[in-house]
C-alpha cells in the first residue's frame, strides 16, 4: 500500500469531521473566531527529509516553511505553530542551540510564534524527528481547498520548478554537468526552501483551488485533479525553470524529468478562473512572487504532459515513503 492508498483506506474513514475534508487537503480548518483557523502538520526525519550533518538552523527553517508553505496555499495568514522534537541521545547542546536560532529567525521573518509542543528522546538508533503543526487564519468558510478545482481554470505555479530536486542529486554527488556556481544554488535551494509564504494574499483573494508542490509538479497536480474529480493539460514546455536548473537539461534532458517529479520544491499550485487569471498574476507580483500559466484543468481524469503541442511522457523520479 502506497502513502496515499494508507491515507485513503485506514486514516480518512477517522476524519469525519467536516473541517478535516476527509483528508483529501494539506490542511484542516475549523471556527476560530472571528473567521476560521487553518491548521497543516508534517513531519521530518533524518536520513529521510535531511542529512544528519545538515546545519541545524536550516533544518528548522525547513520544517517550519514546509508548513507555511501548506497554509499559503490555502489562503491563511499564518501565525503560530507547535513543535514536537525527537533527539537522540548525546546530540552536542550546539545542535539544539543552532536549531533554536534557525526557528527564531523564521519566527521574525514571517511573523509567527512557537505554541507548544514536546521534546523526547528518539527512539534507540533513531535519528532526529521534527513534527510542526502550523496555524493560519481565513475569512469564514475561505479556505481554498483543492477540490475546488473547475474545467476551464488556468494552471498556475510559483516561482521555479525542480531546483530542491536537483540539489539532492548534487548533495548526493551528481555534478550535473554543472560549474561549482550552479551546483551551490541548486544545493541552497534544497536546503533553504523558499516558499512564497506572502502569497497567501494572492491565493486568498484569487485562486479557485490551490496546494503546495512538495512531491513533484506533476503528481501534485494529479492530486489535485483527483480531489477536483476532473483532469488537467500541462505544457512542459511553459514550466518555469531557474538558470541553473536550464543548464543542467542542457547537459542531461534526464534532468528535466527530476525537476518536474522530484518535489521538495514548496511553490503553490493554483487553478485560476479566467477572468480571475490577471488579477491573480498581479497580486502575486505585488507579494514578491512570479506566477507561470503552464496548462489548464479540463473534464475527465488525469494529466496529460505536452511538449511543442505534441503528447509526452517523463519518467517518474518521485519520492515515496512506502
Known amino acids: ?29 475549523f471556527a476560530g473566531g472571528p473567521g476560521d483557523v487553518v491548521v497543516t502538520c508534517d513531519a521530518l526525519a533524518a536520513g529521510v527529509h535531511f542529512f544528519p ?55 521574525a521573518r514571517y511573523g509567527v510564534s512557537l505554541m507548544g509542543g514536546d521534546t523526547l528522546r528518539a527512539s534507540p538508533g533513531g535519528g532526529v524527528t521534527i513534527t510542526v503543526t502550523a496555524f493560519g487564519r481565513v475569512a469564514s468558510g475561505a479556505t481554498v481547498r483543492r477540490r475546488a478545482a473547475r474545467a476551464g481554470d488556468a494552471v498556475v505555479v510559483t516561482g521555479t520548478i525542480g531546483d ?6 548534487v548533495r548526493l554527488g551528481d555534478a550535473l554537468g554543472l560549474g561549482a556556481e550552479d551546483r551551490a544554488a541548486l544545493e541552497a535551494a534544497y536546503l533553504w526552501p523558499e516558499p512564497p509564504v506572502a502569497a497567501w494574499r494572492a491565493v486568498a483573494a484569487h485562486a479557485r483551488a490551490a496546494m503546495d508542490v512538495s512531491d ?21 514546455d511553459a514550466v518555469p525553470l531557474s538558470a541553473a536548473v536550464c543548464r ?75
Open 164 to 169: 530542491a530536486a536537483l540539489g539532492l542529486r
Open 1 to 29: 500500500m502506497d502513502e496515499d492508498g494508507l491515507i485513503a483506506t485506514l486514516f480518512a474513514p477517522l476524519a469525519t469531521d467536516e473541517g478535516a475534508d476527509k483528508l483529501g487537503d494539506d490542511a484542516a480548518a
Open 53 to 107: 550533518e545538515d546545519p541545524p538552523a536550516a533544518i528548522a527553517a525547513k520544517a517550519l516553511r514546509v508548513n507555511l508553505s501548506d497554509l499559503a496555499a490555502k489562503g491563511a495568514e499564518p501565525f503560530g505553530y507547535l513543535l514536537a522534537l525527537a533527539l537522540p541521545p548525546g546530540l552536542a547542546p550546539e545542535w539544539a542551540e543552532g536549531f533554536a536560532h534557525g526557528l527564531a529567525a523564521d519566527q
Open 248 to 322: 543542467a537539461v542542457a547537459a542531461d534532458q534526464a534532468a528535466f524529468d527530476r525537476a518536474v517529479t522530484g518535489g521538495d520544491d514548496y511553490q503553490i499550485l493554483a487553478a485560476v478562473a479566467p477572468e480571475r487569471l490577471s488579477a491573480y498574476l498581479a497580486a502575486l507580483s505585488a507579494c514578491g512572487s512570479e506566477g507561470s500559466v503552464i496548462g489548464e484543468v479540463v473534464a475527465g481524469a488525469g494529466v496529460a504532459l505536452t511538449r511543442s503541442g505534441e503528447a509526452a511522457q517523463v519518467d517518474d523520479g518521485r519520492f515515496q515513503h512506502f
Open 216 to 236: 513533484g509538479l506533476i503528481g501534485d497536480l494529479a492530486k489535485m485533479c483527483r480531489a477536483a474529480g476532473v483532469g488537467a493539460r500541462l505544457d512542459l
